[in-house]
C-alpha cells in the first residue's frame, strides 16, 4: 500500500486547511486509517482516526472540535479538515494505514508526510 499524503501549506492562525491521503495498490477501503503530527525534537503524536466503514472516529483532546477526519472509502481518500488552525499545529502530518487509536506500533503503513505551518 503506497499512501499518499497532501493539502499542506503555510497558513494563517484561524485559517483552515484540508489534508487527503490517497491510497494505491492494495485498496485501503477495508481498514482503519489515522493522522498523526511530529515536530522536530518531539514523538510523532497521534491526530485523528476513523474506522474503515467511517462509523466512529477518535481525535485527541487538542483538536477536537477543531478538526474532523472523514474518508470516501470508493476514492481509496482519507480527509482530515483542520480549522481554526494555532500556530502549536504546525508539524509534518502523517497519514497510516492498518492501525487504531494513538499506539503508532499497530498501523502498517505510512504516508510520506505534507508539511503544516500556522503562522501566528
Known amino acids: 500500500v503506497l499512501l499518499q499524503a497532501s493539502g499542506g501549506g503555510l497558513v494563517q492562525a484561524g485559517d483552515s486547511l484540508r489534508l487527503s491521503c490517497a491510497a494505491s495498490?492494495?485498496?485501503?477501503?477495508?481498514?482503519?486509517m489515522g493522522w498523526f503530527r511530529q515536530v522536530p525534537g518531539k514523538e510523532r503524536e497521534f491526530v485523528a482516526g476513523?474506522?474503515?466503514?467511517?462509523?466512529?472516529?477518535n481525535y485527541a483532546d487538542s483538536v477536537k472540535g477543531r478538526f474532523t477526519i472523514s474518508r470516501d472509502n470508493a476514492k481509496d481518500t482519507v480527509y482530515l479538515q483542520m480549522n481554526s488552525l494555532k500556530p502549536e499545529d504546525t508539524a509534518v502530518y502523517y497519514c497510516?494505514?492498518?492501525?487504531?487509536?494513538?499506539?503508532?506500533?499497530?498501523?502498517?503503513?505510512w504516508g510520506q508526510g505534507t508539511q503544516v505551518t500556522v503562522s501566528s
Open positions: 495498490g492494495r485498496t485501503s477501503s477495508k481498514y482503519n
Open positions: 476513523i474506522r474503515w466503514s467511517g462509523g466512529s472516529t
Open positions: 497510516a494505514s492498518g492501525g487504531w487509536g494513538p499506539t503508532k506500533s499497530s498501523y502498517d503503513y
